[in-house]
């Protein structure tokens, strides 16, 4: 693969991270189709562009960020205290947590063992894509109104996340369904989503995947640098359509 090829994928890692679709999966089938890549070695190159959405998210939501940093503090002197920030402090901790718990040992074994090459590749990656989309469409018919985040939400989102480190389970499309089954409306679902998923792409699939291969190419970087550009402005943008059409977002996060 050349720069040319690695600036495709990021811009597709741009654009799919925040679409309910797996962005691993979609571009490990395209390199495993065109450009003859295994599955283990497509979606090793998949997890170096997440490197480039990880950054845009922790652009767009610096503040809420340093939000959660400052009152780092404070939640462990007074876990119990009811406040918003410690609402919020609360429940990213418990998702990370339980993100990671269970995506942990998914990802290892998935790309100790996930060494499939063309057809087999497709068609393991089809199936939890069509998953996906099974569990979306049955999300839509949930009745969703606005609500507080609480402690079964958090633990909800936790496990449905740690799952979508199996490749062709997309991590918006299922974290956004499975807020809108505990009744969170679908603009409020995105915005949550696009929260929680900075701690988990950066500790259960950037870094552990990573650390799992030496695998390093100089023309991951202008990839990478695609899948920043693109994933921000793809962010921005969702973000402003859900505005638009009106969403009910009682709990917002966004600058």
């Known amino acids: 693969m050349d720069a040319l090829s690695y600036i495709l994928i990021g811009i597709l890692q741009g654009i799919l991270e925040w679409l309910p679709v797996s962005s691993k999966g979609m571009e490990a089938l395209i390199m495993v189709k065109f450009f003859n890549k295994t599955l283990s070695e497509a979606l090793v190159i998949a997890l170096w562009m997440h490197i480039g ?42 998702t990370t947590f339980l993100t990671g718990l269970i995506g942990t040992p998914l990802l290892l074994f998935g790309l100790d063992k996930f060494n499939f090459a063309g057809n087999a590749a497709m068609l393991l990656i089809a199936f939890f894509l069509v998953l996906t989309g099974v569990f979306q469409w049955t999300a839509k018919k949930k009745k969703n109104t606005e609500k507080d985040m609480n402690l079964k939400d958090s633990v909800f989102l936790g496990i449905a996340q740690g799952f979508t480190a199996i490749p062709g389970l997309s991590r918006s499309g299922t974290t956004v369904s499975t807020l809108m089954f505990r009744g969170y409306s679908a603009g409020e679902a995105l915005r949550v989503s696009f929260l929680v998923s900075i701690p988990a792409v950066l500790g259960v699939e950037v870094l552990l995947g990573l650390l799992k291969t030496s695998t390093f190419d100089i023309l991951f970087i202008p990839g990478i640098m695609a899948s920043f550009i693109f994933g921000l402005v793809t962010i921005k943008s969702l973000v402003k359509v859900a505005e638009k059409i009106n969403f009910p977002m009682k709990n917002s996060y966004h600058p």
């Open 53 to 94: 959405t990880l950054l845009a998210a922790m652009v767009y939501y610096k503040i809420e960020i340093l939000e959660i940093v400052k009152n780092l503090n404070n939640y462990i002197k007074n876990p119990a205290e009811d406040t918003e920030a410690n609402r919020l402090t609360s429940f990213v901790i418990i």
